[in-house]
């Protein structure tokens, strides 16, 4: 393939309602879209960092920098030494010698490789070896001023379908919600995501939510704090599930190895890629650790290469890959519906949706085009 250009989109969309972690609360999307130009077609990616670096060390605009001053000029000289031989599975290589930045790495290859099956016909369901035409759906549901506001958007998150529920949590926001969610709606799937507010010390507090019954207890601690999670995985009984932690396959390998993850939250973006995200399953699938695809409020784009990827074969539980509507009134594609608490997996070449132009500039706030 020939890469003639990538070009850089600052995209703000407004969320529905807002939304608030353990972290932060985001009202608005601010996304990078990147568009990669080849001689036989374009492609797209998303970049998962937000406005400001509260989830991980990456942001928007620091995204954009890193991709003009140093990943355009790095796929330039890889295609002059390659040639033809130049495709999506050597931009990773291209890349590794700039450490970190993996959401921005995943963006740029999400949308190489976007092009290239697009001009090959072949669907990123097939590429990646999806086994399902549908995916079983979750939502993640942030923090709330009451109990009962929770309890209503518990409600309508279930009669919209959704088969599992997900609590972000922190400290003085943990049992009580979740006590309350148990008593009024029974034996739901059930989980909890602290995004790492807690520490060792809380152990006894967390051992007290074994009485909820829950699936999952996701990053109680600090993404580094692995021994930590091990220790934690003895003296509770609900499994523990890693997001922050899990930043490659070799991330995840000394995880299980050290016995501090029961479940793995797979994110694309967060481990630089598609193609990594499919070893991590590949690698929890050979040590029988069950992984889900996690989220980072994407827009149709990421969606669709996210849901082709909950439909691999490991991934055993409902990812947090909700509809659009959940985040945003108007999705930069068309919407992903939830029909039955299942999301289509979609089958047109490459991603199988691409951005409507006149939504996709009306969120633009900038926009590079970058020559290769
Ligand atoms: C669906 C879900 O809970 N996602 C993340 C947290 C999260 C929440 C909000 C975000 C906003 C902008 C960018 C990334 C974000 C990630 C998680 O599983 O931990
Ligand atoms: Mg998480």
Known sequence: MKLAAIETRIVEMPLVTPFRTSFGTETMRQVLVVRAE???????????????????????????????????????????????????????????????????????????????????GISFASALGAVR?????????????????????????????????????????????????????????????????????????????????????????????????AALAREITTPICLDESITSARAAATAIELGAVHIVNIKPGRVGGYLEARRIHDLCAAHDVPVWCGGMLETGIGRAANVALAALPGFLLPGDTSASERYFATDLTEPFRLEEGRIAVPTGPGLGVTPIPEVLDRFTVRQDRLPC
């Open 133 to 229: 035409e549908s995916v079983p759906c979750g939502v993640s549901l942030g923090i709330t001023d009451t109990i009962d506001q929770l309890l209503d958007t518990v409600a309508a998150s279930l009669d919209a379908g959704y088969v599992r529920i997900k609590l972000k949590i922190e400290p003085g926001w943990d049992l009580d919600p979740v006590r309350a969610v148990r008593e009024r709606f029974g034996d739901i799937d059930l989980q909890v995501d602290a995004n790492a507010a807690y520490r060792r010390s809380d152990a006894r507090l967390l051992a007290k939510l074994d009485a909820f019954d829950l699936t999952l207890l996701e990053q109680p601690l600090p993404a580094d704090d692995l021994l930590g999670h």
């Open 38 to 120: 080849t001689d036989e077609a374009e492609g797209w990616g998303e970049c998962g960092a937000s406005e400001a670096p509260l989830y991980s060390s990456e942001y928007t605009e620091g995204a954009a920098a890193v991709i003009r001053e140093f990943f355009v000029p790095a796929l330039r000289d890889a295609q002059r030494d390659l040639g033809d031989d130049f495709d999506a599975h050597r931009v990773a290589p291209a890349l590794a010698a700039f450490k970190e930045h993996r959401l921005a790495k995943s963006a740029i290859e999400t949308a190489i490789l976007d092009a290239q099956l697009r001009a090959q």
